[in-house]
């Protein structure tokens, strides 16, 4: 039959696991292991971004040849535009909380830079490939300069 | 190749260095972008801004930022090269952050970039840029 002093033991070892974790050492612990897994994931998010650009920088040398490739290239606009969006949602809720803010200072600097950049080239995509523009004047100083 | 630049260049690089503390490093680090980079590296390194053209192209380079860590902040440099002519024109320069920041350059005053080069190239007003490998930097001669 079980007693009360076994169950005492019982509760006592269950009590005392727990409290190796309310120590302020293993508290720090546990917020510095959290801060370092969610800065390696913001890193991993800013590495695709700059894997993105010279693959961008290599597009704009690209020529739109037919329909297959127009519409891969809408694709790219809509997959990307996508994806910054969701980065930025990504962004704005890690910025919520002070200890992430002020942990992952750096990840997140370069994550938002990564976001306007993205941004910024998702325009000049769109201006050199998909917005109508009367490019000869441009063409007639460009063939001045050659 | 050889390094030029416009009169614009120089106006926007001299208000930002004026601000030390946002814009300082612009030149050391155009410098580290530039120096030592093949001619096929520079004519294809950057946004074609008009194309694959085989001979010459308007492109926008990116260039670090002072200070921060974020790789891809920092200032966007308009530039011109002529790869027959192993000429590169330096025609604007703006940041992405900071005081003087900017979001894009359009496409007309990308334009207006070009006729100024055009301009200033039959005028003989442009600046010649050198590589000042001691102090790690540019310098814009008239």
Known sequence: MTTVLDIEKKILDCKTKGEVYLTEEEKTNLILDSI???????????SCYLM???????????????????????EIILELSKFTTRTSILFSNL????????????????LRANIRTL????????ETFLLEDDEAD???????LI | MDFFATNRFNESVNKLIAKKKHY???????????????DTELFDDGYKLNGNHPIARQMKVR??????????????????VHKDDKKYYLLDIYPKT??????????????????????????????TITFDNKKKTIVLKN
């Open chain 1, 119 to 126: 941004r910024e080239y998702l325009e000049d995509v769109e």
């Open chain 1, 36 to 46: 370092n897994a969610i800065t390696k994931n913001i890193n991993n998010v800013n």
């Open chain 1, 52 to 74: 993105l650009f010279p693959l961008l920088d290599e597009l704009s040398s690209c020529e739109v040849n037919n329909d297959k490739e127009f519409n891969a290239l809408k």
């Open chain 1, 95 to 110: 910025s919520k909380s002070n200890i992430i803010k002020n942990g992952c200072k750096s990840a997140l600097n370069d």
């Open chain 2, 63 to 80: 260039v670090l930022s002072c200070g921060g860590n974020a790789k891809s902040e920092g200032f966007r440099l308009i530039v011109f």
């Open chain 2, 98 to 127: 900071g005081p003087f920041n900017k979001s894009n350059m359009k496409k007309d005053e990308r334009k207006l970039c070009l006729e100024e080069l055009l301009a200033e190239k039959k005028n003989n007003t442009l600046f």
């Open chain 1, 138 to 144: 441009i063409d007639t100083v460009l063939s001045e």
């Open chain 2, 24 to 38: 300082g490093c612009a030149l050391s680090h155009i410098y580290k972008r530039f120096h030592n980079k093949t």
